[in-house]
């Protein structure tokens, strides 16, 4: 489908920018369910799970149904906000567990600036 002036954007795209495509909408999530995803990090790698949970479902339901093993979090988030566990979610919502802090921000900045003197 080309749209409207898509011609002229395309004269004026640079050689190595790539044409926009249009990605499908997100499967919608059957009735009664929501679509989250619980995912957690480190340094260089992640693990994710996609689950369809009961409408009115919590966080702290999230997580006991994607089943992670090992340490757990030091604090869970919503799309990057801090949130409790007994918070209801929303269909499509991203559920984060977040590690503990290495060293305060503060500390790790005041020791890069020694190391650079």
């Known amino acids: 489908m080309t749209l409207p002036g898509a011609a002229a954007d395309e004269a004026r795209r640079p050689a190595d920018e790539a044409p926009a495509v ?15 995803e619980v ?17 009115g ?4 339901q999230a997580l006991a149904a994607a089943g992670f093993d090992g340490e757990p979090a030091a604090a ?5 906000e801090t949130v409790a566990a007994d ?6 919502d991203r ?7 290495l060293l305060d921000p503060k500390e790790a900045r005041r020791r890069r ?3 650079r003197k």
């Open 76 to 80: 869970v988030a919503v799309f990057g």
């Open 95 to 101: 559920v984060e567990l977040l590690r503990p802090l």
């Open 39 to 55: 995912v957690r990090a480190w340094p260089r790698r992640h693990q994710s799970r996609r689950l369809a949970l009961p409408v």
């Open 57 to 60: 479902a919590t966080v702290a």
């Open 22 to 36: 249009e990605t499908p909408a997100p499967e919608a999530a059957p009735p009664g369910m929501l679509r989250v």
């Open 113 to 115: 600036a020694a190391a």
């Open 87 to 92: 918070r209801p979610l929303a269909d499509g």
